[in-house]
């Protein structure tokens, strides 16, 4: 029978990638080390640091939370957890009361805020015209969700953002950055550029993790898993993309980490020439490449829709 090859204890996990057994203890004892490793090699926190962690509820957020607090709160950087109420009735609020029991398990501060409050409507309103637009559910949110974890952060007031994005993630975003000919994008995925257009820096610290070892990670820390999913959950290519990294992985165990190599390789070479040329958006003043930001011009269609779903009559200029 194998051991784990670190300690010779009871097997729990194999990394078909390295042939690499462990057990539970050397297994949970290696994501925390891979991820201060890539702090590390990444620069990502200083000592004097205020570490927002961006937390959704889900079971890489939260185990992200969980994972920064074992290292970072004995170093005495301080953390913070920030959530977004997208306003979805029946999914949102029991993230919420996931992310609000971890964080208070580990004794840090959550800073709440809602798409309600910041832009006027709720997700369910938002979505309620879906069928009229062209960009998915989730990319329509995703425009928001950064504007309100960015809200956030400057509320908790953080100096760096972190985010759970996994191996998976990052590989899954670069691949589709090339399928939609996003080539300039490229460098903004770069771990070490600073994107000015977020008032907090953003980094990864779970970018060289397979999702599959979080999700492990989070069920032995006995992370509580959500039961429902989100409603507007539609991810277009993205799953797709997904799909076929994991069958390549499936037959070729370490594929994914090479593709991230290469990702950063290609994104290090990029990252020069792809520095945002940006104006203030003339309605909120934030960075934007044509005058108006991405969450202003959305924003002005939502409520043009929220407002004649709630007054019909006084709608289509009558
Ligand atoms: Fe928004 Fe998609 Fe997340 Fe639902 S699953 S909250 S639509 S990003
Ligand atoms: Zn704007």
């Not at 991820?35 to 590390?40: D, E, G, I, L, Y």
């Not at 290469?262 to 044509?290: H, Q, Y």
Request: with cysteine.
């Amino acid at each position: 029978m194998s051991v784990c090859t670190r300690c010779g204890g009871k097997p729990f996990y194999t990394r078909k990638y390295s042939g690499e057994t462990l057990c539970a203890a050397c297994f949970k004892h290696s994501i925390t080390e891979k991820t201060r490793r890539t702090v590390s090699k990444y620069g990502m926190f200083g000592p004097h640091d205020r570490i927002a962690v961006a937390v959704s509820g889900g079971k890489d957020s939260l185990s992200l939370l969980k994972v920064l607090g074992e290292l970072y709160l004995p170093r005495r950087n301080e953390i913070v957890a920030i959530s977004v109420d997208e306003g979805v009735a029946g999914y949102r609020d029991e993230a919420l009361e996931h992310a609000r029991a971890v964080a208070e398990e580990l004794d840090v501060e959550q800073v709440v805020v809602s798409y309600k409050d910041l832009f006027g409507f709720s997700l369910d309103e938002a979505l309620d015209w879906k069928e009229e637009r062209s960009v998915s559910s989730c990319s329509f949110c995703g425009v928001f969700r950064r504007r309100a974890i960015d809200e956030a952060a400057v509320r908790a007031k953080a100096t760096v953002v972190a985010t759970a994005h996994n191996l998976d993630d990052y590989v899954q975003t670069f691949v589709m950055n090339l399928m939609h000919g996003d080539v300039a994008r490229l460098g903004w995925l770069d771990p070490t550029y600073v994107d000015d257009s977020f008032p907090v820096r953003r980094v990864k610290p779970f970018m060289e993790i397979y999702e599959e070892e979080i999700a492990l990670y989070a069920f032995q820390a006995g992370i509580p898993f959500q039961s429902v999913s989100c409603p507007y959950m539609h991810e277009g290519l993205r799953s797709e993309v997904r799909d076929y990294l994991n069958m390549m992985e499936a037959n070729h165990p370490g594929m994914k980490n090479v593709l991230l190599r290469s990702s950063l390789d290609v994104i290090s070479r990029f990252a020069r020439s792809s520095e945002k040329e940006s104006t203030p958006c003339r309605s909120c003043g934030r960075p934007s490449s044509n005058g108006l930001c991405n969450v202003c011009r959305m924003k002005a269609v939502v409520e043009e829709h929220v407002n004649m779903q709630r007054n019909p009559r006084s709608a289509g200029g009558g």
